[in-house]
């Protein structure tokens, strides 16, 4: 089962982006990809959208769940959605990289 919390930023993407990276990491989560979707439909479709990158990370330390991180350019802000496995641990830390990021807001 799979779980999702979704934010708002009042940030630029590209700093809104560094910052989801930076508050992940503090929790102890890995960078294993990104995905720029904008790029790929791009290429791949010619399609142009607004930009989208999906970060795949994942903490070690809890037992190799990974938890996908979606990064939207939304209107003047950004909406980041992050989808993960239900587990108390990780929901946990989820939970505090996205409050981190909505503190800083």
Not at 43 to 53: S, T, Y
Not at 74 to 95: F, K, M, N, W, Y
């Amino acid at each position: 089962m799979e779980h999702a919390r979704t934010i708002y930023l009042d940030l630029g993407f590209d700093e809104a982006l560094s910052r989801v990276k930076a508050a992940f990491e503090a929790e102890g989560f890995d960078m294993l990809t990104e995905i720029d979707v904008q790029a790929t439909l791009a290429d791949k479709l010619g399609v142009q959208v607004h930009r989208d990158v999906i970060l795949e990370t994942r903490n070690p330390g809890l037992a190799h769940l990974s938890c996908n991180v979606a990064v939207r350019e939304q209107g003047d802000g950004v909406v980041v959605g992050a989808l993960a496995p239900v587990d108390h641990e990780s929901e946990e830390r989820i939970h505090a990289a996205l409050e981190t990021l909505r503190g800083e807001d």
